[in-house]
């Protein structure tokens, strides 16, 4: 069964520093987003995407936030200088059309030093 | 603000045991779904309920979604031990983007 890839699992960076997270969505997929967990805490929205633009994003998706698509077949979220809050298990999904389910990929835990 | 409340958040039982997991909100939603989380994994999908009222079976999990569509119930008959896991409710927002809003979880644990 076709399922998203992320990578890397485990990111460990030193606050200031830009990352970039990867996501491979599935191939057929039209609609990406990205999601994150800190720990202990609920999944929040941070991104739709479609169409090769952004259609959402949350109150957490401010400037230092960036995703883009640069072919067809990555989906990156890039973080521009973290901070010790970015912290958080980062998740991508995708789905065929917008209200149909999202599958989710195994996600990159980030920690923030 | 859409937001969907899930009880209990934490639920110990013995294997056998038959439980029943709610998500609530105020606000009505298109649709429900349900995932299971298991540790250093990201959410997978158990089930999609769209229909007011509509009730969804998969093996000795069962799903409902409310007549007005602001709540879902997940009741599990006969628990095992593999059914140990985190359950998440999750529902389309309204903007119409696919933006999910997830539940806080039940974190469910099934002792042998």
């Known amino acids: 069964e076709p399922e998203v890839t992320q990578t890397p699992s485990h990111q460990v960076t030193q606050m200031g520093q830009e990352v970039i997270l990867r996501c491979v969505p599935i191939?057929?997929?039209?609609?990406f987003y990205w999601y994150r967990q800190i720990l202990g805490q609920k999944v929040e929205f941070l991104v739709s995407?479609?169409?090769?633009?952004?259609?959402?994003k949350s109150e957490i998706f401010d400037d230092q936030f960036s995703v883009e698509r640069p072919d067809g077949s990555n989906f990156t979220l890039k973080i521009r200088s973290t901070k010790l809050e970015d912290s958080a298990m980062y998740f991508c999904?995708?789905?065929?059309?917008?209200?149909?389910?999202?599958?989710f990929g195994d996600g990159t835990r980030l920690s923030i030093l | 603000t859409q937001l969907l409340e899930q009880s209990p958040q934490f639920l110990s039982i013995q294997e056998g045991e038959n439980l029943t997991v709610y998500c609530n909100s105020s606000?009505?939603?298109?649709?429900l779904q349900w995932y299971r989380q298991e540790p250093g994994e990201g959410p997978v999908l158990l089930v999609t309920?769209?229909?007011?009222?509509e009730v969804k079976k998969l093996k000795r999990l069962t799903f409902q979604f409310g007549d007005a569509r602001k709540d879902s119930s997940l009741h599990i008959t006969a628990a095992q031990p593999g059914d140990t896991g985190l359950y998440l409710c999750?529902?389309?927002?309204?903007?119409?983007?696919?933006?999910?809003?997830f539940g806080q979880g039940t974190t469910l644990q099934v002792k042998p």
């Open positions: 999904a995708s789905s065929g059309e917008g209200d149909q389910p999202q599958h």
């Open positions: 191939s057929n997929h039209l609609y």
């Open positions: 995407f479609y169409n090769n633009e952004i259609s959402e």
């Open positions: 606000s009505v939603f298109s649709s």
């Open positions: 309920v769209v229909t007011g009222g």
């Open positions: 999750a529902g389309h927002g309204s903007s119409n983007t696919g933006k999910l809003i």
